[in-house]
């Protein structure tokens, strides 16, 4: 049997190989007819697999160099951010956000446009100021902002070539506290959403759709702000006692909450460091909707819950600043991300996919690149008005076909 991702629901076709160094990294992908990266395996999907060989960047240098005077680090593709993140806390710089999980590498998070949430926050890879590329035949490209090809190659999907190096912005460290809130009535969430979602630095909503209120909303105050609410926040009220998202889970996973206030660090990510997930048993959708359309989706997903929920352990709606990279779920848009943590029952997923793309699709909704999605009717190519460039910047980075496969062809060809 072959290796596996975390949520074990994808087992890898291709052999998978683990160099040390940059030098051993080159040897195998220009040795390689067919090659692609393999990042710390957070997808849930075929995006990283179909290829002759999968590459892994995990025992790569875990290189972190902090520039004070540009306000960046540049670190090794394969690094997790949570490494990242503890050391710039040390340091005294953070990033702006993290996802909800910090184990994932860096390179192939913002390979997908991973996010985590914040009307003013960017995804991940907005923060991307520099890449270094490895190219199938071996040589290596540096791409910074004022290159015109930049915007193109930060949510590259694994196409170009293999990250070797990201250079991400910086700013001082700061605290945040976090401050869940129970039972958050439907009608708060569609009447008031923008004010919702702006009443902190980052708001998350937990809901299973079929219920009468959402469950959570999950609050993260960067110190200085005003407070968004103190005992009750748009009716729903203030929690006493820590809790996990997902209510037969342990909460001592989850970052602190409480108000307690931390370092960026240890509170912008829902679950902490420290603990090693075990592989998850569960499977990932999401579908990001432009904002003007986000009330519309969240009623239509509520108008299936019956369908969608003895599948799913909890949803999650987030919000993602726009941004100007031709590939990123957020291009061109301020975004509503509706994420489904479902149980891994693949078949039961896949059954009823259609009926929420039916639902999400028609509103624009760009399915995330590293989680399950089906898009039967093929119109995930045409939500991304710079395809076009992308499709030639693959060719001029990768004229071989080195690092194409399935998911790529049916995106490209
Ligand atoms: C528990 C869990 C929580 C998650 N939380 C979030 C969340 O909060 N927000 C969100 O948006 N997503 C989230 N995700 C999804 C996850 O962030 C993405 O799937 C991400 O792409 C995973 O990164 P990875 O390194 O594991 O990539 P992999 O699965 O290893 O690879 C993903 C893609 O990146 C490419 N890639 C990897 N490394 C490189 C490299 N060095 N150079 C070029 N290409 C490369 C691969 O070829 C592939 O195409 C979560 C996933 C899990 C399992």
Known sequence: MGERNWAGNFEYGAPIARPSSIGELRDIVVGAESVRALGSRHTFNDLADDAGLLV??????????????????????????????RVLQESGWALHNLAS?????????IATATHGSGDRNGNLAKAVSGLRILKADGETVELTRTDPEFAGAVVSL??????????????P????????FEKLP????????????????????????????????????????EAAAQDEFFGARALIEPRHMI?????????????????????????RFEFTPSNGEEIQSEYLVPRTRAVEAIEAVRGIAPLIAPLLQVSEIRTVASDDLWLSSAYGTDVVALHFTWFRD??????????????????????????????RAGVVPGLYPKLADFRELVEEFDPTATFRNAFLGRLLD
Not at 64 to 77: F, L, N, Q, S, W
Not at 161 to 166: A, S
């Open 56 to 85: 892994s960047t995990a025992g790569l240098p875990a290189e972190i160099r902090v520039d004070e005077d540009a306000r960046t680090a540049t670190v090794g593709g394969g690094v997790r951010y949570g490494d990242v993140a």
């Open 101 to 109: 999980l910090p184990h994932i590498s860096v390179a192939g998070a």
């Open 158 to 171: 694994g196409a170009l070539g293999v990250v070797t190096e990201v250079t991400l912005d910086i700013e």
């Open 173 to 180: 460290s700061f605290e945040v506290r976090q401050r869940l």
């Open 186 to 225: 439907w009608d708060a969430v569609t009447g008031h959403l923008d004010d919702i979602t702006s009443a902190a630095y980052s708001v998350s909503l937990f809901t299973t759709w079929d219920e009468d209120s959402v469950s959570l909303a999950w609050l993260k105050e960067r110190a200085g702000s």
């Open 247 to 271: 209510p037969t889970m342990d909460v001592r996973n989850t970052t602190e909450q409480l108000g307690v206030y931390g370092p960026w660090s240890e509170r912008l990510a829902h679950f």
């Open 346 to 375: 693949q078949a039961g997923v896949e059954a009823i996919l259609p009926a929420l793309e039916d639902a999400l699709l028609p509103l624009g909704a760009r399915p995330h690149w590293g989680k399950v999605f089906l898009d």
